[in-house]
Each structure stands twice: as structure tokens, then as C-alpha cells.
């Protein structure tokens, strides 16, 4: 790829001029295609679960690259929102704009010093130079969804060639009950349309229904087809009227304390831009996760050109274990031990907690920013009602959970962005009392030194429902910690990107019957050979008290420190525009207390062909031991476009895959998929419902795509 070229200093001038004399010629460059896969795992440090909601971080990327960002017209917020720009970048594409206007081109990207060729390669997908308002000129809204590129149709299906246990025959025993099954076949079907423009409008509707779940029609039980039905109506830029939201939507203010959804990191190998949140506002929603969005209206008006409110109102029914009391002089009749957020409604026990509670969300949020886009401070409140009680089993680690129909929360936000600097933050109080704080700075210390810091404190109870800060616990709740990340490259090419991250819980937890502290720490060295080649090498511990189980006889819980080592080697070339390699070696130590240690590895080589423009090619092969479940391997895998796959191996044996991408026409893509895990010395694979006969675990994929 020959796009950019490095131009500093009067290079640099030079070449602006040349762009300058041509500004009448404004022209559109080809955006490079997205490669997903691989900036994910260049920002996630190592995936340690498949619980994490991966596609909701992929679909965010998808959104991003279909309605690519203008660096014309992109607020500090906006360009933060990326996560691949420091702030040294952020400033000088907002100084350089104050200077010389608006860019004519990506290209002039180059003339600018604080970006590198890299940082451009990453960002190029994702962003586009637009010098006219696109909007300026609007005709009617369904003559532009109607010639709108961004326009496609989306059908996928995929099934486990084995036989399982869910699918089976159910048994009565010796006493008479009959064993669980699944009520569906074991197809997983998705239809997904959407069509969306930049700051315009966004339109769509997700249906999907997962292996084991019926397709049934049965209104009185809220069954409509498939499982899972979502759809949104999305305005934006209407005078006043910033954004107009209706259906399903995302809201996320602040630094996700009190709102957040979307695109959320975390502690990665990202170490500096993955930390801050950024205020987005009301964006639509059209994945597929079933809890992680609301449900209703959502606006945002201009009240002054610094100051915006937001209103909004969500219902919907969430799945739930509903009981009902057993003592008369029990606080509730009737209440959950809390929300159920799997989405799967497989079995009699799933279909019964399905949709049992009933969720209304009710809110608003004011925010002010300042002329300069420098000074934002914002107001959040949130109120969460349910139409039955949560009521937290009886546990000691339970104490300071929440228990009732109704939390109030208000948050209030800030950032203050000077020179190569950022300060941000968030504070809320919940209805019991509890304080959540979170506060950070971002700094460029010098052209190839980045720092940032970010203190946290989650009182045991304080209470945020749909909050996703900065935490080692996946809720942020009963933690208080210090986080220190650092970004050097100290020569061209050469990039150090570390965090050392010091965490305490000041009450107890599930398997931790007594206050505990840890600390995590990550090293990740970066060589760039070439500009189609990258290899980095990381290495990651994390302590984290667990209570042993060592000793049956023990009478007051002991956690004891749980070391997790885990190092990764990775290498990804372009061999030609055409074929491209990636290897990766990883392997994890874990031992908890004084016991033995055990360990894991994987080793995958993936390969990728286009054989011209119609057809593409990827696999993998990949060789794993683990000597537990404790030390299984996370790697993520290629999948068809908006799926994602992080499979989590453990045992001995063998994993590969291949997928092809084919391009029938202007119209049509087809993606098909075949993975296989293969284990050695076992006779059966999963366990439960999920049981295999056998060594072996196959699944096919296809997914179509129609493009209106």
C-alpha cells in the first residue's frame, strides 16, 4: 500500500502547499478495508473468558468503519472516542485545523508531526475528510436511504455437526421426573438489516434465534418468531434536535459510571487512550447481546451551542429467577435473586425466567462544553424501577447488594483537555448512600512518551445497573484501585506499552470470604519491521485472592493469593498485498496459594489469501495442552463479518478453522466457516447439555450478505 509517505518539517510545508493549490480538487481516497481482527487483539491484552461481550465491542468497530468519523468537523470527544489517538495527536489535528482550515485529504495527515505512519494506517479505516456539510443539501429522508451505500442485508446460520446431550431423548428416572432437554433444534439462525448515514440517520432491525431455542408464535407469552427481536429508528442533526431515538438505543455519559455501553476495553495492551471514556451520548443499536441496550425513546436537543440535555425513557422485560416468599414476615412476597443476563431460553428452567421482570429506566443527562471544546462537565440521573423486588440470596458477600424496585442515581462528570493534557472523571451516588468515583489523566510527556493515571473507588453499596467503568470486578462495585499505564517508543519502529494496576476490596466476594488486594501488571514490546508487519511480544501477571479449598475441615474462609502468569508472542506480516501470516505462541502458569502450578499453552498459525477480488481465503491450525481448566487458552479466531469467535480451550489437542469470503456480485457476499476442535485422550467433549460422545467438536457458519 503506497497511500501515505512520511513528511515532517519543510517536507511537511511543502507538501501542504502542494495540497493547498489544489484545494478545489478536494479528492476522495479509497478507505483501506478494516482489518477488526487484528486491532483487536492489538488493544485487548489477553482474553481470559468468553463471557465478555466481544461482538458488542466488534459491532462498535463495524459502526465506526460504516460511518466513518470527518476529521473536518470531529469533536476532542469524538476523536477520543477512536481510542487510537494520544492526546499530542488530538491536540495538533485541532491546532492544525485552527491554522490552515479544514483538510483537504487524509493525506494531509502527513504534514501534521505528531502523526506517525502507523497511528494513520490504524485510523484510516475509520475516519474520512468531508469539506462540505453532506447534510447541507438534504432531500427527502427515503430518497437517501434509498441511494445510501451503507445499506445491507445480513443472513446467518451455524450448528454443531455432533449429536448433544440437549438434543437427545429425555429419560425419567427411578423416581419419575424426566431429564431437562433443549425445546429447539440445534439451528442458530440471525437476519440483521441496516442502512445508517454520518450524523443523518440510522435504521434497522436485528431477529435471531440460538441453538436449542424454538421458533414460536405465541403473543400471551411475548413470542413472536424468533427469540430475540430488535429494531431503532435513529435521527440526528434536525435544528435543535441533535439526536431522536426510538426503539432500541445505546446511552453512554461521562466515564460510564452511572451509563455506559458499547465499546469498552478495559485494562488492555492499549494502555493510555483505552482508559478514558468518552461522551457519546444516544447511538443505535443493532447487536445481538439481549440485556445491553434500552428499549423506548431517546432525544437530544440544543438548548445553547455549548449546552445539550437528553432525555429518555426505556421498558422492557428482562429475564429473572422470580420466587416467591416463603416466610410471612419476609420484606417481599414475590422477588428475583437477580437479573438473568445469558439471553438463552432453551430450557423449561430458561423459558421460565424468561422475560419474568419487568425493567423501567427513566433519566436525562445535561451537559456544557465549552467554546474551545476544551472545558465539558455534565449532570447525569438515572432511576431504575422493577416491577418486583431483587433480593440477593443470604450470603455474607451479599450484605451490601442491592435489595428493593427502585435505585436513583446521579452522577456528575468533567474533562479538561490543555496542551497535551486531560484530566476526566465521574462521580455518583446511588440510593443507598453509596459513592463511586473515578478520575484520570492522559499525558503526552514528550513526542514518543504517553503516561496516564486513574484512581477508583466503588463503595460495597453503591449500586449502578448499567455503569461499566474502569474495574477489575465486572461490576463496579466493593473496589477501590490505581492504575498507571505508560507508552514509549523510544526509536522509530520500537513502541513499549506497559500498566501496573494496584486493586482492594474492601468487603467480601463470591469465593473471597474476607477482604482482599491484588495487583496486575502487563509488558508488551512492539517491533515494526515494515509497515505491513508487526511482531510484539507481552507478558502479563496478575495476583488475585481466591478462598482455598485445600482443607475440607477448614472453618473461617482463607483466600490465599492466585498467581496467573501469562506470556504471548505475536507476529503478523503482508507477505504480498495478497498473502499475509500470523503466528502467535502463548502460555499461562496459574498456582493458587502454596499448591502445585500448572500451565498451558497454544500455538496457532493462521494464513490468508485473495485470489483475486471475488474470493478470500483465512485458516488456522493450532496446538493446545493445558493441564487444567484453570489454564485454558483464549485466542481470538477470523469470523464471518460482525461475528466474533474467542473459544476457550483446555485439555490436549488440535483446533483449526477456515473461511471463505466470496464475492458474487456488487450485491452479493457470501462467508462460510468450518471450525473443529479435536481433543486427545477423552471420551467425551462439554459436559451437561452440551455433552458430546466423543473427541471431537465441529461447527459450520454461513452468513450472507445483500447490499441494497
Known amino acids: 500500500m503506497k497511500l501515505f509517505r512520511p513528511l515532517h518539517g519543510l517536507a511537511g510545508v511543502a507538501a ?348 436525562g443527562n445535561i451537559g456544557f462544553q465549552s467554546t474551545d471544546g476544551s472545558l465539558t462537565v455534565g449532570l447525569t440521573a438515572v432511576n431504575t424501577h422493577y416491577d418486583k423486588a431483587i433480593q440477593k440470596r443470604d450470603e455474607p458477600y451479599n450484605a451490601y447488594e442491592f435489595q428493593g424496585k427502585d435505585n436513583l442515581i446521579v452522577g456528575a462528570h468533567y474533562g479538561y483537555s490543555r496542551g497535551n493534557w486531560n484530566v476526566f472523571g465521574e462521580t455518583a451516588r446511588s440510593s443507598g448512600g453509596g459513592i463511586g468515583t473515578v478520575n484520570g489523566l492522559l499525558a503526552s510527556l514528550a513526542s514518543n512518551v504517553d503516561a496516564s493515571i486513574l484512581y477508583r473507588y466503588y463503595a460495597r453499596d453503591f449500586h449502578t445497573f448499567y455503569g461499566l467503568a474502569l474495574s477489575e470486578n465486572t461490576r463496579n462495585i466493593n473496589e477501590s484501585g490505581l492504575y498507571l499505564g505508560l507508552k514509549v517508543r523510544p526509536v522509530a519502529r520500537w513502541e513499549v506499552s506497559a500498566y501496573y494496576d494496584q486493586f482492594s476490596f474492601p468487603w467480601l466476594k463470591y469465593r473471597v470470604g474476607a477482604p482482599s488486594h491484588g495487583n496486575d501488571w502487563l509488558l508488551r514490546l512492539t517491533f515494526q519491521p515494515t509497515k505491513t508487519s508487526t511482531l510484539y511480544a507481552q507478558f502479563r501477571a496478575r495476583t488475585k485472592p481466591y478462598d482455598s479449598d485445600t482443607d475440607a475441615n477448614r472453618l473461617t474462609p482463607d483466600p490465599e493469593p492466585t498467581v496467573r502468569h501469562s506470556l504471548l508472542a505475536y507476529f503478523n506480516t503482508e507477505v504480498t498485498p495478497a498473502f499475509s501470516l500470523r503466528t502467535r505462541v502463548q502460555g499461562t502458569r496459574y498456582r493458587e496459594g502454596t499448591g502445585p502450578t500448572s500451565t498451558g499453552f497454544l500455538l496457532a498459525q493462521d494464513a490468508s489469501v485473495a485470489i483475486g477480488r471475488p474470493l478470500r481465503l483465512s485458516a488456522r491450525y493450532a496446538l493446545f495442552d493445558t493441564d487444567n481448566f484453570d489454564t485454558r487458552q483464549y485466542a481470538f479466531e477470523q469470523d464471518v463479518l460482525y461475528a466474533f469467535s474467542v473459544p476457550g480451550l483446555s485439555g490436549r489437542g488440535t483446533r483449526m478453522y477456515l473461511l471463505a469470503e466470496v464475492r458474487m456480485n456488487r450485491h452479493l457476499t457470501l462467508w462460510m466457516r468450518y471450525a473443529t476442535t479435536r481433543y486427545r485422550d477423552v471420551e467425551t467433549v462439554g459436559s451437561g447439555l452440551e455433552e458430546i460422545q466423543g473427541a471431537e467438536r465441529s461447527e459450520v457458519k454461513a452468513q450472507l450478505r445483500y447490499r441494497l
Open 16 to 363: 501542504l502547499l502542494l495540497l493547498m493549490s489544489t484545494r478545489a480538487q478536494a479528492q476522495e481516497y479509497v478507505r483501506p478495508p478494516a482489518d477488526l481482527d487484528r486491532l483487536v487483539q492489538e488493544l485487548f491484552a489477553e482474553p481470559q473468558s468468553d463471557d465478555v461481550p466481544y461482538e458488542d465491542l466488534y459491532e462498535t468497530l463495524l459502526q465506526y468503519y460504516q460511518t466513518p468519523l470527518n476529521l473536518n468537523t470531529a469533536s476532542a470527544e469524538e476523536l477520543r472516542s477512536l481510542l487510537l489517538l494520544r492526546e499530542q495527536q488530538i491536540a495538533s489535528l485541532l491546532e492544525h485545523r485552527k491554522q490552515y482550515g479544514s483538510l483537504l485529504s487524509i493525506y494531509e495527515l502527513q504534514s501534521i508531526p505528531a502523526f506517525d505512519l502507523r497511528t494513520i494506517y490504524r485510523v484510516a479505516p475509520f475516519v474520512t475528510v468531508v469539506n462540505a456539510n453532506p447534510n447541507a443539501a438534504r432531500g427527502p429522508l427515503w430518497q437517501r436511504v434509498y441511494k445510501e451505500d451503507n445499506n445491507a442485508l445480513f443472513l446467518r446460520y451455524e450448528r454443531v455437526l455432533q449429536d448433544r446431550k440437549g438434543y437427545s431423548e429425555p429419560t425419567t428416572s427411578s423416581t419419575g421426573t424426566t431429564s431437562s432437554r433443549y425445546a429447539g433444534s440445534p439451528d442458530k439462525l440471525m437476519m440483521r438489516y441496516r442502512v445508517s448515514h454520518t450524523r443523518d440517520f440510522s435504521f434497522g432491525f436485528t431477529a435471531e434465534k440460538d441453538a436449542g431455542e424454538q421458533l414460536a408464535w405465541n403473543p400471551g407469552q411475548r413470542r413472536y418468531g424468533p427469540d430475540f427481536l430488535s429494531a431503532h429508528m435513529l435521527l440526528q442533526e434536525r435544528g435543535r434536535l441533535k439526536t431522536l431515538a426510538l426503539g432500541d438505543y445505546q446511552l453512554q455519559f461521562g466515564q460510564g459510571l452511572v451509563l455506559s455501553s458499547g465499546l469498552q476495553v478495559g485494562k488492555g495492551a492499549e494502555t493510555i487512550t483505552t482508559i478514558r471514556r468518552s461522551s457519546l451520548g444516544v447511538r443505535a443499536y443493532s447487536s445481538v447481546l439481549e440485556s445491553t441496550f434500552y428499549r423506548g425513546a431517546a432525544a437530544t436537543a440544543s438548548l445553547t451551542k455549548q449546552i445539550q440535555a437528553t432525555g429518555f425513557l426505556s421498558r422492557k422485560r428482562v429475564d429473572a429467577n422470580v420466587q416467591q416468599a416463603q416466610d410471612s414476615l419476609a420484606d417481599f412476597d414475590e422477588f428475583s435473586s437477580g437479573i438473568v443476563l445469558t439471553g438463552f431460553h432453551r430450557t423449561a428452567s430458561e423459558l421460565a425466567n424468561r422475560k419474568a421482570l419487568q425493567e423501567t429506566i427513566g433519566g
